[in-house]
């Protein structure tokens, strides 16, 4: 029983096998992931990294099961997301807390309202109980004293923590990054891979960042995949990457962090 | 990775306008299917637990409260001309005191229901389709997958129900505003006995009449709030729509046109089926 329970526990959370998505464009069919395969390991980050339009946001999309890939199989704690009913993937999910690019926040919601949507609709606690959750979570983050606002009222930086603060209410499994710095300023984006830190330290969920934001992003990487025209390639370091003799990896890595000294 | 495959392969030159139109008629199919599908879904969710009470509110207040402006002032214009309009028609058979009947009738069967139906899409449905639509491209929609909330009983059966309480109710006041205008027009101003507008109409509306209204406002309601938040829940996968804040404001345009033109087919389909 305790070797199953530890098998169970060092098994990667997520698994892609040979999976493939392509789009319908006007000059042709777009593979933006081509037969690809990777594991996800439990409990620890992952970073998924590479150009504009080669598929990482697609990536985190296929292990919701928000799209169908068009060939292969997405393993999360062992079941295939591609074969669930909807009430089963609907379940699947709750195991994630997602922090989307824009952060998504509902615009006639308030800061309080958003974080609160998660306890309400899918815990059903009293009002007691989620207003003391709440305040928690907000005091953590630093958002108490904005509780009352809409999101049009909050800059970029306290839109992504909101965003934040509402993945974490169901305490996840997984946690799911889209580009959580895209658009904020140097410090807040230090602020927010601090704050991304503590939190995991705190909850220790299994973390999945996509991100443009080499070399910072690869400081918190326990693994990085390189998505490149529909092809990836997984490192277990950034020290892996500047190794790499591959022409495609070696132009990456000139174009994103041989002058970068965080990374030496 | 881009590959060229189908593309590829050179379609004679006579065949291409069937080609063209057997894509087009593939997109149809697939488009109603996806439709068909959501119409089923937001109908479940009408039923699904727990029932969102306060969204409801808010929805009726804003479908219904809010057109409650347009409609009486929809009603009270086409009342007044239908008045002018029926007393000239009619004085030149000598029949004047048919003329409640000709207003109350075509309100109750034809007008209440249709300019009501296309009033709430201009106001209401415009605006759905819109909110909807921006709450799919900004990842709202996805959000609430990813809490594993499901988003037709969150955020669409509200409407539906909403409009489906609100559209018939609104179809009623129009019908009572626009007999009023009648009177007013047809009475008061160029001096129709008024025992003889009213008799006329109490002879003439039967319950058959007043049902045939009552259900196509049904229908109507039902049409308007399928096709305007559809077409918003589906702007990503609507071909020609473009992306971000175009292919919202294109797709309320094309809410607004095909709910339109389909509460006019239907409006003719169940008058030739239910007269």
Redesign the interface.
């Known amino acids: 029983m305790n070797q199953t329970k530890a098998a169970v526990e060092t098994e990667p959370v997520v698994r892609f096998r040979g999976v493939t998505k392509?789009f319908a464009?006007p000059?042709?069919?777009?593979?933006?992931l081509?037969n690809v395969s990777f594991d996800v390991p439990r409990g620890k980050t992952t970073v998924i990294a590479g150009g504009s339009g080669q598929g990482k946001s697609v990536t985190l999309?296929l292990i919701?099961g928000?799209m169908a890939p068009d060939s292969g199989q997405i393993l999360v704690d062992g079941q295939d997301v591609t074969r669930l009913r909807s009430s089963a993937l609907?379940?699947m999910?709750?195991k994630?807390?997602?922090l989307?690019?824009?952060a998504?926040?509902?615009?006639s919601l308030t800061v309080f309202e958003n974080v609160a949507?998660?306890l309400r609709?899918?815990l059903?606690l009293d009002a007691d109980e989620i207003e003391k959750r709440v305040m928690a979570t907000l005091d953590q983050l630093e958002l108490v004293g904005h509780e009352g606002k809409f999101p049009a009222q909050l800059s970029g930086g306290m839109k992504k923590r909101v965003g934040l603060a509402?993945a974490l209410q169901?305490d996840p499994e997984i946690v799911l990054f889209d580009e959580p710095t895209t658009g904020l300023d140097p410090v807040m984006t230090s602020d927010i891979y601090d704050l991304f830190s503590r939190t995991q330290d705190r909850i220790g969920f299994t973390s999945i960042i996509v991100s443009h934001d080499i070399p910072k992003v690869f400081e918190l990487a326990d693994q990085i995949v390189l998505l490149n025209?529909?092809e990836i390639d997984v490192f277990a370091s950034p020290e892996d990457i500047q190794q790499s003799t591959k022409p495609h990896i070696r132009e990456f890595v000139e174009k994103t962090m041989v002058n970068c000294d965080e990374f030496s | 990775?881009?590959?060229?495959?189908?593309?590829q392969v050179r379609l004679p030159r006579i065949v291409m306008p069937f080609a063209v139109i057997g894509n087009y008629g593939l997109y149809m199919l697939t488009d109603l299917g996806r439709m068909g599908i959501y119409l089923i879904l937001s109908l479940i969710g009408i039923f699904k637990q727990?029932f969102r009470f306060r969204e409801l509110l808010k929805q009726l207040h804003f479908i219904g409260t809010g057109s409650v402006a347009v409609i009486f002032f929809t009603a009270l214009s086409s009342g007044l001309v239908l008045g002018l309009q029926g007393y000239y028609s009619l004085s030149k058979f000598g029949a004047e005191g048919m003329l409640g009947s000709a207003v109350s009738l075509t309100l109750i069967m034809e007008l209440g229901p249709v300019l009501t139906a296309l009033m709430v899409t201009g106001r209401a449905g415009s605006a759905m389709c819109a909110e909807i639509g921006?709450?799919r491209i900004?990842?709202?929609i996805?959000?609430l997958?990813?809490?594993?909330?499901?988003p037709f009983r969150?955020l669409i059966s509200p409407k539906f129900l909403a409009a489906i309480i609100s559209v018939p109710l609104l179809t009623a006041m129009f019908d009572v505003v626009g007999i009023f205008g009648g009177y007013l027009a047809g009475v008061k101003l160029m001096g129709v006995n008024s025992g003889a507008f009213f008799s006329g109409m109490e002879q003439s509306v039967t319950n058959h009449d007043i049902n045939l209204g009552i259900i196509k406002s049904f229908v109507f309601a039902l049409l308007l709030v399928w096709i305007c938040t559809g077409r918003g829940y589906f702007v990503q996968e609507i071909r020609g729509a473009g992306f971000g804040a175009e292919s919202v404001s294109k797709v309320t345009t094309q809410a607004v046109v095909i709910s339109s033109i389909s509460v006019l087919i239907f409006d003719y389909l169940l008058t030739a089926i239910l007269l």
Not at chain 1, 104 to 107: G, I
Not at chain 2, 1 to 7: A, N, P, S, T
Not at chain 2, 145 to 150: F, H, S
Request: proline letters at 4%; one cysteine or more.
């Open positions: 392509s464009g000059k042709g069919r777009n593979v933006v081509d999309k919701l928000l609907r379940m999910r709750t994630f807390g997602v989307f690019q824009g998504a926040l509902f615009d949507l998660p609709e899918r059903r509402r169901l025209n529909g | 990775m881009l590959i060229q495959e189908e593309k727990p921006i709450m900004s990842e709202q996805d959000a997958e990813c809490m594993a909330v499901d969150y």
